[in-house]
């Protein structure tokens, strides 16, 4: 083969020549194969949860809100769900937002607060 100018050698790989993949004993592989299930279900357990907690939180303090100022503007909804929401939870509500949790926090929030919690969860999601 020419490179450059200069003459190298061509190589021709056979399947002899990589080795074969791992393959795990039977035993082994269901072990894994549980552990991983085990784990997506304690993930979904979690997001579940703690989505749960947000929607709570969310629809807890805009009712408070709604109480003290019952005309308050959407913005100003998403202002003040924002500033009483701490960091550490605010965090944590995000690291639980995935595929699909638009349709999952709309099982645990009112309709009335419902477009109010999407919007400022997507907020902090997007200045994150």
């Not at 929030?109 to 919007?119: E, F, M, P, Q, T």
């Amino acid at each position: 083969m020419n490179v450059n100018g200069k003459t190298e050698p061509f190589l021709i790989q056979t399947a002899d020549s990589h080795p074969a993949p791992e393959t795990l004993p039977e035993t082994n592989a269901q072990l894994l194969t549980e552990q991983l299930l085990e784990e997506l279900h304690k993930a979904s357990h979690w997001q579940r949860q703690t989505l749960a907690e947000a929607a709570k939180e969310l629809q807890e303090l805009l009712k408070r809100l709604e109480e003290t100022n019952p005309t308050a503007t959407e913005a100003q909804q998403k202002a003040f769900v924002t500033e009483a929401i701490t960091p550490p939870c605010k965090e944590r509500f995000l690291n639980a937002l995935q595929a699909g949790w638009r349709e999952a926090i709309a099982e645990f929030l009112d309709n009335s607060y419902l477009k109010v919690g999407i919007a400022t969860l997507e907020a902090w999601k997007h200045a994150d």
